[in-house]
């Protein structure tokens, strides 16, 4: 799903209006309408109580809309106008008019005598909109909102949010109703703690806009991982499904390549072969009898060399930086032609060398959690930074950058793809050592690059969605990221069957 930027949104807006023939009013009566349909179909009870707190500029002009809808449904609806929000934009003031029209009085300082689990507080302070930081009254309503424990629905956005820099404060949302697109800015880490759920409502804006309409930005959602999925072919044999070389592991960290090994065979490749020191070979082959295993050096690799042709090489886990080691890992990238994923240690021992970027082939995925990501590129002031500096560099070095985070990112091609799937299970050891072993399978299934860091990312994490509902986010493993790899990819089948 394409990503947009504030004026681009604004840009559909516009041409909606136009090309529809509507008024900017009829558009905020939708908007208004669609979100007032949500919440009747979620919250059945007519003893709801929705609090409305509303801006007045557009974003309170929805607010005012969905005020009116649920108060003429027989909801008890309460509204307060929050000072300090701008001066009133001419829908909001349409909207306003049209609510004492229908008897609904507002900031009328009402004490709520409803049952507390009965009360929602509604967010429409500030949409898209924000330019400026929030003035100290707006700042209390937003303390109020956020210090009630009550269930909060912001609208669009959660009021204080800025879509293009970094934000201090702004609303702590259970939900976000928010209208056609999703937002950059709800991905990023430091906006983490303002938004628990998002749902996207669609108000109809101009298909043809959204089609043809260019952007860096995307989020691997369901159907842009069932665009990048390829099923096994019916003819396929462990021939055609491609050998994948997994290089890594030293004394202590035989785990990390046995766990990659694994996750790579179960991503659906048809060999694996693993590349470790010897102290490990009685490991893998014991852990995982599936795998081949070749050695080099004895409780550290310091040699890579071998006579298999692997499609796929995954690097870099638990190898350890031994200054053997890192010639070895140099001499081998040299020489590199075969698509390959680097990671871990490996791609530590590429920042020191960073000259050596440029001889890597191009599109070669690398996969830095944020301290190796720090190492490669150099710190960031804020998130948009950060985002910025991820697709420059993997422009600049012309590779493939999945830079992990809460919502992981890929960035490739001049685009930047935030993942959707995963939850705060992935945060344990060896998940990163999975990933890679999932990317590196797909690269051997002769999935391109780009395809394989996408949809890698987004089945690693649909594994986890589907694995803690039953193992709870405290007891998942790694290996559970692997023992829930056959469920992500049978979900995805069924979602595909049910086009
Ligand atoms: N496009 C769509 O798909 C649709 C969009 N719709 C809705 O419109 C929303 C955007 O509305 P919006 O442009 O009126 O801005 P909004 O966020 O309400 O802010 C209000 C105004 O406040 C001001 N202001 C800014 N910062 C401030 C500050 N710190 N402290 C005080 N004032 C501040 C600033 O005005 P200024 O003072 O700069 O003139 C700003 O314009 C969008 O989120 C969605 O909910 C739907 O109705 C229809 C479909
Ligand atoms: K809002």
């Known amino acids: 799903m ?33 979100v007032f349909l949500w919440l009747k179909k979620r919250f059945p009870d007519k003893e709801t109580v929705f609090h409305v707190f509303c801006g007045k500029g557009n974003n309170g002009g929805d607010g005012l809309v969905v005020a009116r809808l649920l108060h003429n449904d027989n909801y008890k609806v309460v509204v307060d106008i929050v000072e300090g929000t701008g001066n009133p934009s001419e829908d909001f003031t349409a ?45 209390e309503a937003i303390q109020r909102i956020n210090n009630s424990a009550v269930k909060i629905i912001s609208i669009d956005v959660p009021s204080g949010m800025f879509m293009d820099r970094k934000s201090d404060i702004a609303v702590h949302s259970d939900m976000v109703l928010t209208f056609q697109f999703t937002k950059l800015a709800f991905y990023l ?32 959602d369901r159907t842009e991982a069932h665009q990048r999925y390829r099923p096994v072919p019916a003819h396929a044999h462990k021939g055609t499904q491609g050998h994948a070389l997994i290089i890594g592991g030293s004394y202590g960290k035989i785990g990390a390549v046995t766990l990659s090994s694994k996750a790579a065979l179960k991503s659906g490749c048809g060999l694996v072969t693993a590349y470790i020191p010897k102290c490990g070979y009685t490991i893998v082959q014991t ?20 006579d298999i042709e692997p499609k796929a090489i995954g690097i870099g886990m ?22 390959m994923v680097i990671d871990a240690d490996a791609l530590n021992i590429l920042s020191y060398n960073n000259e050596w970027l440029n001889m890597l ?15 490669l ?25 999945v830079a992990k985070d809460a919502f992981t990112i890929v960035a490739c091609n001049d685009r930047v793809h935030i993942n959707s799937t995963g939850n705060a299970g992935l945060a344990t050891g060896g998940s990163g050592d999975v990933l890679t072993g999932i990317i590196t399978g797909l690269l051997a299934q002769s999935y391109s690059p780009a395809d394989a860091a996408i949809f890698g990312v987004y089945l690693h994490g649909l594994a986890a969605d589907i694995g803690v509902c039953e193992t709870s986010k405290q007891a998942f493993t790694a290996s559970d990221i692997i023992n829930y790899l056959g469920a992500a990819y049978l979900k995805i089948e069924a979602e595909k069957a049910q086009k």
């Open 318 to 339: 638990g190898l350890g930086q031994q200054p053997e080691t890192q010639q070895a890992v140099l001499e081998f990238l040299k020489h590199q032609k075969t698509p």
């Open 189 to 220: 880490a430091g906006n983490c703690n303002f938004i628990k759920e998002i749902k996207i409502l669609d108000i109809g804006l101009d298909k043809d806009f959204i089609a043809n309409e260019p952007t860096q930005f995307f989020l691997t």
């Open 361 to 375: 082939p191009e599109n070669t995925i690398l996969t830095p959690h944020p301290k190796e990501l720090e190492r």
């Open 2 to 34: 394409k990503i947009f930027s504030a004026s681009k949104i604004r840009e559909a807006d516009e041409t909606t209006i136009s090309r529809q023939g509507i008024t900017t009013g009829e558009l905020m009566e939708r908007a208004g309408t669609e």
């Open 377 to 401: 590129m150099g710190s960031w002031e804020d998130d948009f930074e950060k985002m910025e500096k991820i697709r420059a560099f993997a422009k600049e070095h012309k590779i493939i950058l």
């Open 287 to 306: 852990a995982f009898p599936e795998a081949m295993v070749l050695t080099g050096g004895e409780e550290h690799i310091n040699t890579i060399a071998f």
């Open 95 to 139: 909207n306003f008019e049209k609510l004492e029209q229908n008897n609904l009085a507002c900031n009328t300082n009402e004490a709520y005598e409803y049952k507390k689990h009965k009360i929602i507080f509604l967010d429409a302070i500030f949409g898209i909109g924000l330019n400026r930081e929030v003035g100290a009254e707006a700042k």
